[in-house]
């Protein structure tokens, strides 16, 4: 399955990206509530939530960037890519999610059994970076 930008906040602003993580993902958290969520329509997802430290992680991520709250970029991928601000390493599988722990930040977070609606297995490594949603247009 492929998205475009025009489906959604699955799709990276002007470019192609395949289900399998073969490039960079991008969702657009925002608070709802006092929780971190996300939507992808595209996959079913509306108002997905980040918790048991996946919420902590965001936070951290969300620092420094004006309005934050009402949703920020955040670009994913199984490979190191330029500007990325995060290594993930997978831990233990709990209840059809997987942990992730940050050694820079010193914090795990589990990501729910959603991260295996954009990938197949759960990536080894998983590289993040942050920043403002870019304008529509």
Known sequence: MKYTEDEGVGA?????????GEGILTIAPY???GRW???DVALGLIKE???????SIIEVLAIGIRDANAG?????SRSNFPGAQLELTL???QDGGHWYRSERLCMEGWLCPALMKYYTEPPPRLYVAAGPLKAKG
């Open 12 to 20: 990276v602003s002007g470019s192609e990206v395949t289900r399998e």
């Open 72 to 76: 920020f970029e955040l670009r994913f």
């Open 49 to 55: 939530p980040f918790v048991s430290g996946a919420d």
């Open 31 to 33: 608070k709802e509530d």
């Open 91 to 93: 831990g233990k599988e």
């Open 37 to 39: 969520v996300f939507d």
